[in-house]
C-alpha cells in the first residue's frame, strides 16, 4: 500500500535538496504533470530537483513547452497545507535512480517514471491525489557505447531516438526503427511500450531490437543484464520482460540495442490499389521476390490522403487519378539501381495482371521523403477534420483486409452514420482505425456519450480475430479497463502475477497496464 509523505519526509527532502532542489511553486511543476496532449492530468505539492550530492538525483532543466497542466490554485494551496504531494525527480545516472527508488520503497511512495513524455495512453502521468513521485528520465541521455564491429549500441534511457539515429549513422550503421515522434521519444519510453513503426516488417519491434537492459527494480536494486549474450539459460528471459511492462516492474535506465549496416540506398513507391485484399496480394509477392530489401509497406485508404491534402500546406498526391487504396513501399539496400530495378520488375508484372491499378517510383531522395510525409501527416490531417475515437490495434496480418471490411459496418449497424478509416502497417497488421462520429452531431459530445460503447466493438471485433487492443503505444491508462474486461482471464491473471511478484507493494507506475489492488491512500 502506498501512502503520501508525511510532512517530516518532505522536510528532511527540503534540508537535503536545499533550495534549488525543492520547490512549492506550482509554475515550476505545471509543465511535468500531463501528457502531450493534455488528455490526463496529474497533481504536486511540491517538486524535488535534487543536486547530484549526497545520492541525491541532479537538477534538470525545467523547461517543456509541450506540456502544461491548468491546477487551480485554491486546490494547490490546500494540498500544500495538507503536504500530500512529492513532486518530480531528474536523476542523471543509474545511482541516483536506484538511490531515489530505495528511499521511496522505505517510506512507501509511488514512483511514475517519465521519458519523452510523447505516449498517447498516459502511462507515464500520475495521477490525481498528489501522492506519487515522478521521475524524469531525460537527463541520463549518454550513450555509452557503440560497437561497430558487433553492430550494438548501450545507450541510456533518456536517449532521443533521433539523436541515436544520427549518432549510429556517423558509425556507418543504423538502429532500425523509426516513428513519427523520434524527435522527443526517448529510449527507455520505446523500450517500456515495445515500441514499434513502419520498419517492424523487416526488423521487428524494440523486443527484437533488445539485446539487453538495465533496470532499477522496485526495491532499488540494479538489474545488470546489458551484456548481449546469445546463449543464457537461467531462467525467465528478464531482459524482454522489460519490453512492453510500461514501468510497471522496474525503471529501465539503459539498454543495449542492435544496429545493422546502414542503407545506401533506398527505393520508394507509391501504389493505387482496388481493395486491401489486392494490397495484402501484392505484400505476398514482393516479399517473396524481393527478400530482405522490402522494410516497409503500408496502407494507406484514399480518404486519409485527402485530408492530407485539404490540410497539410505543400503536399501533393503522386498520381494523377484517386484510387480506392494506396499502398507505401520501401526497399533498402547497397545498390539503388538495382533494388530499382527489381521493384520496377515486380511491379510491372502485377500492373499486367491487374493486380494494381497506377504506381509512382520515387525519383530522388526528396520525393521518397514527400511520399512519407503523407503517410506520416495521416493522424495531423485527421485531429484537423474533427473529434475521432482513436485505435491502435493489431490483427493477424491475413485478418487485416477482413478487419477493414467488416468493422465500418458493425459500427454503422450500433451507430447510424459512424464513419471508420483504417490506415497503417499492413506488413505487420498493426491498424490505426480512426471512428468519425456522424455528420452533422456534436462531435466531441457523441464521443463523450458513446466513445466507451463504440471502442468496446472495435476491441471485441479485434480479439475475435485473434488480435491485440495494442499494438504500439501501450496499455497506460486509457485501455486499462478494456483490457481487464475483454481479454483472456489467463492473461490478466499473468500479468497481475508478475507485477505482484516484482512489486509486491505496488509503487512502480500504478494505476497503469493493470489496475491497482487497492486505492492509493
Same mark, same amino acid.
Given at each position: 500500500?502506498?501512502?503520501?509523505?508525511?510532512?517530516?519526509?518532505?522536510?528532511?527532502?527540503?534540508?537535503?535538496?536545499?533550495?534549488?532542489?525543492? %520547490? $512549492?511553486?506550482?509554475?515550476?511543476?505545471?509543465?511535468?504533470?500531463?501528457?502531450?496532449?493534455?488528455?490526463?492530468?496529474?497533481?504536486?505539492?511540491?517538486?524535488?530537483?535534487?543536486?547530484?550530492?549526497?545520492?541525491?538525483? +541532479?537538477?534538470?532543466?525545467?523547461?517543456?513547452?509541450?506540456?502544461?497542466?491548468?491546477?487551480?490554485?485554491?486546490?494547490?494551496?490546500?494540498?500544500?497545507?495538507?503536504?500530500?504531494?512529492?513532486?518530480?525527480?531528474?536523476?542523471?545516472?543509474?545511482?541516483?535512480?536506484?538511490?531515489?527508488?530505495?528511499?521511496?520503497?522505505?517510506?512507501?511512495?509511488?514512483?511514475?517514471?517519465?521519458?519523452?513524455?510523447?505516449?498517447?495512453?498516459?502511462?507515464?502521468?500520475?495521477?490525481?491525489?498528489?501522492?506519487?513521485?515522478?521521475?524524469?528520465?531525460?537527463?541520463?541521455?549518454?550513450?555509452?557505447?557503440?560497437?561497430?564491429?558487433?553492430?550494438?549500441?548501450?545507450?541510456?534511457?533518456?536517449?532521443?531516438?533521433?539523436?541515436?539515429?544520427?549518432?549510429?549513422?556517423?558509425?556507418?550503421?543504423?538502429?532500425?526503427?523509426?516513428?513519427?515522434?523520434?524527435?522527443?521519444?526517448?529510449?527507455?519510453?520505446?523500450?517500456?511500450?515495445?515500441?514499434?513503426?513502419?520498419?517492424?516488417?523487416?526488423?521487428?519491434?524494440?523486443?527484437?531490437?533488445?539485446?539487453?537492459?538495465?533496470?532499477?527494480?522496485?526495491?532499488?536494486?540494479?538489474?545488470?543484464?546489458?551484456?548481449?549474450?546469445?546463449?543464457?539459460?537461467?531462467?525467465?528471459?528478464?531482459?524482454?520482460?522489460?519490453?512492453? +511492462?510500461?514501468?510497471?516492474?522496474? &525503471?529501465?535506465?539503459?539498454?543495449?540495442?542492435?544496429?545493422?549496416?546502414?542503407?545506401?540506398? $533506398?527505393?520508394?513507391?507509391?501504389?493505387?490499389?482496388?481493395?486491401?485484399?489486392?494490397?495484402?496480394?501484392?505484400?505476398? $509477392?514482393?516479399?517473396?521476390?524481393?527478400?530482405?530489401?522490402?522494410?516497409?509497406?503500408?496502407?494507406?485508404?484514399?480518404?486519409?490522403?485527402?485530408?492530407?491534402?485539404?490540410?497539410?500546406?505543400?503536399?501533393?498526391?503522386?498520381?494523377?487519378? %484517386?484510387?480506392?487504396?494506396?499502398?507505401?513501399?520501401?526497399?533498402?539496400?547497397?545498390?539503388?539501381?538495382?533494388?530499382?530495378?527489381?521493384?520496377?520488375?515486380?511491379? +510491372?508484372?502485377?500492373?499486367?495482371?491487374?493486380? &494494381?491499378?497506377?504506381?509512382?517510383?520515387?525519383?530522388?531522395?526528396?520525393? %521518397?521523403?514527400?511520399?512519407?510525409?503523407? $503517410?506520416?501527416?495521416?493522424?495531423?490531417?485527421?485531429?484537423?477534420?474533427?473529434?475521432?475515437?482513436?485505435?491502435?490495434? %493489431?490483427?493477424?496480418?491475413?485478418?487485416?483486409?477482413?478487419? &477493414?471490411?467488416?468493422?465500418?459496418?458493425?459500427?454503422?449497424?450500433?451507430?447510424?452514420?459512424?464513419?471508420?478509416?483504417?490506415?497503417?502497417?499492413?506488413?505487420?497488421?498493426?491498424?490505426?482505425?480512426?471512428?468519425?462520429?456522424?455528420?452533422?452531431?456534436?462531435?466531441?459530445?457523441?464521443?463523450?456519450?458513446?466513445?466507451?460503447?463504440?471502442?468496446?466493438?472495435?476491441?471485441?471485433?479485434?480479439?475475435?480475430?485473434?488480435?491485440?487492443?495494442?499494438?504500439?503505444?501501450?496499455?497506460?491508462?486509457?485501455?486499462?479497463?478494456?483490457?481487464?474486461?475483454?481479454?483472456?482471464?489467463?492473461?490478466?491473471?499473468?500479468?497481475?502475477?508478475?507485477?505482484?511478484?516484482?512489486?509486491?507493494?505496488?509503487?512502480?507506475?500504478?494505476?497503469?497496464?493493470? +489496475?491497482?489492488?487497492?486505492?492509493?491512500?
Amino acid at each position: 500500500m502506498t501512502q503520501p509523505p508525511s510532512a517530516d519526509l518532505l522536510t528532511r527532502l527540503a534540508d537535503l535538496l536545499g533550495p534549488k532542489g525543492f %520547490s $512549492r511553486d506550482p509554475d515550476d511543476m505545471a509543465p511535468w504533470l500531463t501528457d502531450w496532449r493534455g488528455g490526463y492530468r496529474g497533481q504536486a505539492g511540491a517538486m524535488l530537483a535534487p543536486a547530484d550530492r549526497e545520492g541525491g538525483a +541532479a537538477v534538470g532543466p525545467l523547461t517543456a513547452p509541450w506540456l502544461f497542466l491548468n491546477i487551480p490554485q485554491s486546490w494547490l494551496f490546500a494540498a500544500l497545507g495538507l503536504m500530500m504531494a512529492v513532486g518530480v525527480v531528474f536523476p542523471a545516472n543509474t545511482a541516483e535512480v536506484a538511490a531515489t527508488v530505495a528511499i521511496c520503497a522505505r517510506a512507501g511512495i509511488a514512483i511514475v517514471p517519465q521519458g519523452g513524455n510523447s505516449g498517447m495512453v498516459g502511462g507515464a502521468t500520475p495521477d490525481a491525489t498528489g501522492h506519487q513521485l515522478l521521475l524524469s528520465l531525460r537527463r541520463m541521455n549518454r550513450i555509452r557505447d557503440i560497437d561497430v564491429g558487433a553492430g550494438l549500441a548501450i545507450v541510456e534511457a533518456g536517449v532521443v531516438l533521433e539523436h541515436l539515429h544520427g549518432a549510429a549513422l556517423a558509425h556507418g550503421l543504423r538502429f532500425p526503427l523509426t516513428l513519427g515522434g523520434k524527435g522527443s521519444a526517448t529510449v527507455g519510453g520505446l523500450v517500456s511500450t515495445n515500441a514499434g513503426g513502419p520498419q517492424v516488417l523487416r526488423f521487428g519491434t524494440m523486443r527484437a531490437l533488445v539485446e539487453g537492459v538495465e533496470a532499477i527494480l522496485p526495491d532499488g536494486e540494479i538489474l545488470d543484464a546489458l551484456a548481449p549474450l546469445k546463449k543464457d539459460n537461467r531462467g525467465y528471459d528478464l531482459r524482454h520482460l522489460f519490453c512492453g +511492462a510500461e514501468g510497471t516492474i522496474g &525503471i529501465v535506465t539503459a539498454a543495449t540495442l542492435r544496429l545493422v549496416p546502414a542503407a545506401a540506398a $533506398r527505393c520508394t513507391a507509391w501504389i493505387g490499389l482496388a481493395s486491401p485484399d489486392d494490397a495484402l496480394l501484392l505484400l505476398r $509477392r514482393l516479399d517473396a521476390a524481393l527478400g530482405r530489401t522490402l522494410e516497409g509497406f503500408e496502407l494507406i485508404p484514399d480518404a486519409c490522403l485527402q485530408a492530407v491534402l485539404r490540410h497539410i500546406p505543400q503536399t501533393r498526391a503522386p498520381l494523377a487519378a %484517386s484510387d480506392p487504396w494506396y499502398a507505401l513501399v520501401e526497399l533498402a539496400g547497397d545498390d539503388g539501381d538495382a533494388l530499382t530495378e527489381a521493384l520496377e520488375s515486380s511491379l +510491372a508484372k502485377a500492373l499486367e495482371d491487374g493486380l &494494381i491499378r497506377d504506381v509512382a517510383i520515387a525519383k530522388s531522395e526528396s520525393e %521518397s521523403e514527400q511520399f512519407w510525409r503523407l $503517410r506520416d501527416s495521416i493522424s495531423e490531417a485527421e485531429r484537423a477534420e474533427g473529434p475521432a475515437l482513436q485505435h491502435d490495434v %493489431s490483427v493477424p496480418v491475413d485478418r487485416m483486409p477482413q478487419f &477493414i471490411a467488416e468493422n465500418p459496418a458493425r459500427l454503422d449497424a450500433a451507430f447510424p452514420g459512424t464513419r471508420a478509416l483504417s490506415f497503417g502497417h499492413l506488413g505487420d497488421g498493426n491498424v490505426h482505425h480512426h471512428v468519425q462520429p456522424p455528420v452533422g452531431v456534436d462531435g466531441r459530445a457523441w464521443i463523450a456519450a458513446h466513445g466507451e460503447d463504440a471502442s468496446r466493438i472495435v476491441y471485441t471485433h479485434v480479439l475475435e480475430l485473434g488480435g491485440s487492443i495494442s499494438a504500439e503505444h501501450g496499455i497506460g491508462q486509457m485501455k486499462r479497463d478494456m483490457l481487464a474486461e475483454l481479454d483472456s482471464p489467463a492473461r490478466l491473471a499473468a500479468l497481475r502475477a508478475v507485477k505482484d511478484g516484482l512489486d509486491p507493494l505496488g509503487l512502480f507506475n500504478p494505476g497503469k497496464l493493470v +489496475a491497482q489492488k487497492a486505492p492509493l491512500a
